[in-house]
């Protein structure tokens, strides 16, 4: 369908605000956990942090492999073919449910040897164990949730997400006050709190997602869990096909930054703390680009499906623009109040004075996130998923590891990993944005001939 660009700018937007609502209330989770733990303890602080490090990598690289849902279902609509949807959706639920329990078992068995390996200070050890166990019980629903939620924005009805999310995210921050400081008779749990909190609020939001797809429209006429089909393992290869690619990309560039968390664990719990607080608003940050970049999987999943190869790039430019603008913008805020920030996560002076100096790194991640993240998304949603692998692995592993740990042994210390990471950032950058451009020519030339 042919649309001005103020058309696709309006529709874009209409597209990304309740995602980006949704993304920053989704973090406000981890963000909430991370301030509330601070204000209990240093200890409490670095101890959530190093069970963030570990759980955040694999949850995002696992569920990754989920979002393939949203690139399939947005080019089935495009396509208009609504019919092949719900089969779809239900192997998903199927896959979704398969990999949680795996993970659940793998993790009781490693976790322990994990956290034994690693020179922790007895209380941060001790934090960390429970907050993971805590937060184990909450894995199966944040999965099925999952599934559901890519359904949802593969039919570009974001908005619905935003709804389901807002309304479940004070419960989790009231869950927070009352077993992290031990409020209304609870026992005072400090950063194990956190874990509980999550854990529950996961099973609220996978039951309000679950009630509105079995009564509100359009989702009820799709007649999911009806009825349950037969395990279809050859629906299982083709969103494992599109979905391992996605959920490994997502894996390497987050594990890098935990592996990083980790590795400063043979620093001091105040640089652990500081460090924490850094990345942590940083991420915060990201909710924006990669809103953006969800965004433009369903506008160009779309318009691919129906074979709209120019409506395709002109999505993709307008979301590049509008993230590079914003970031520029949240770059000067950073570098203006980056001590005003590292004191609303804790009272510590010295970890304040840490975290601002690390907080100074985070408005070049800002730039080079606003260019990688937003053309992930536009590349997913053109299917084109291997060669996006690639590219992260040599970012991240390959360059921003090695830079990092060198820098961290010369007079830049804990600094030096910041560094590493930017300058794999810029790599990602620099190669996702020549694969898409790459594959714009390869597309239109195809529909011209």
């Known amino acids: 369908m042919n649309t001005t660009k103020t058309d696709k700018i309006s529709h874009f937007f209409k597209l990304l605000l309740p995602i980006l609502i949704t993304q920053v209330t989704l973090f406000s989770m981890s963000f909430f956990d991370t301030i509330m733990s601070g204000n209990s303890s240093p200890g409490d602080l670095a101890g959530v942090a190093i069970g963030v490090s570990i759980w955040t990598p694999i949850s995002t690289g696992l569920t990754g492999i989920l979002v393939a849902i949203t690139t399939m279902v947005a080019n089935l609509n495009g396509a208009k073919k609504d019919e092949k949807i719900a089969p779809l959706v239900m192997q998903a639920i199927y896959l979704a449910g398969?990999?949680?329990?795996?993970?659940?078992?793998i993790g009781i068995f490693s976790i322990h040897p994990i956290l034994n390996h690693m020179n922790l200070d007895p209380k941060v050890h001790r934090v960390a164990l429970h907050f993971l166990f805590a937060l184990s019980f909450g894995i199966l629903p944040l999965f099925l949730y999952t599934v559901i939620r890519q359904f949802i924005d593969g039919l570009g009805k974001t908005r619905t997400t935003m709804v389901i999310?807002?309304?479940s995210v004070p419960v989790n921050v009231i869950l927070n006050y009352f077993l992290i400081f031990g409020k209304a008779g609870l026992p005072r749990l400090g950063g194990v709190g956190s874990g509980v909190a999550s854990a529950i609020t996961y099973w609220i939001i996978f039951g309000i997602a679950f009630y509105i797809i079995k009564t509100k429209k359009p989702f009820s006429t799709f007649n999911l869990f009806k009825k349950l089909p037969p395990i279809s393992f050859a629906t299982w290869k083709s969103i494992l096909k599109l979905?391992?690619?996605?959920?490994?990309?997502?894996?390497?560039?987050v594990s890098v930054f935990s592996v990083v968390t980790l590795l400063l664990s043979e620093f001091d719990t105040e640089t652990i703390a500081a460090h924490t607080v850094?990345?942590?608003?940083a991420s915060l940050l990201y909710m924006v680009p990669l809103s953006i970049s969800m965004a433009l999987t369903i506008a160009v999943g779309y318009e691919v499906g129906a074979k709209e190869f120019q409506n395709a790039k002109e999505y993709s430019k307008i979301g590049l623009v509008m993230a590079?603008?914003?970031?520029?913008?949240?770059?000067?805020i950073i570098y203006l109040f980056r001590y005003d920030v590292a004191g609303w996560y804790t009272n510590d002076p010295s970890v304040q004075i840490l975290a601002g100096g690390f907080l100074i790194f985070a408005v070049?991640?800002?730039?080079?996130?606003?260019?990688?993240?937003?053309?992930?998304?536009?590349?997913?949603?053109y299917k084109d998923v291997n060669a996006t692998l690639i590219m992260m692995i040599l970012a991240y592993w390959v360059i921003a590891l090695p830079?990092?740990?060198?820098?961290?042994?010369?007079?830049?210390?804990?600094?030096?990993?910041w560094v590493g990471l930017i300058v794999g950032l810029g790599v990602s950058a620099l190669t996702l944005s020549f694969r898409l451009v790459q594959l714009q020519i390869k597309k239109l030339k195809l529909s011209e001939a």
């Open 364 to 381: 070049m991640f800002q730039l080079f996130d606003a260019i990688a993240a937003p053309i992930q998304g536009a590349l997913r949603g």
């Open 403 to 417: 830079v990092g740990y060198a820098l961290s042994n010369t007079n830049l210390g804990a600094k030096g990993y």
């Open 98 to 105: 398969i990999i949680a329990i795996v993970i659940i078992i």
């Open 278 to 281: 850094a990345m942590n608003f």
């Open 165 to 167: 999310t807002v309304v």
């Open 324 to 332: 590079v603008s914003i970031a520029s913008f949240f770059g000067i």
């Open 243 to 253: 979905g391992v690619p996605i959920g490994l990309s997502i894996f390497f560039e």
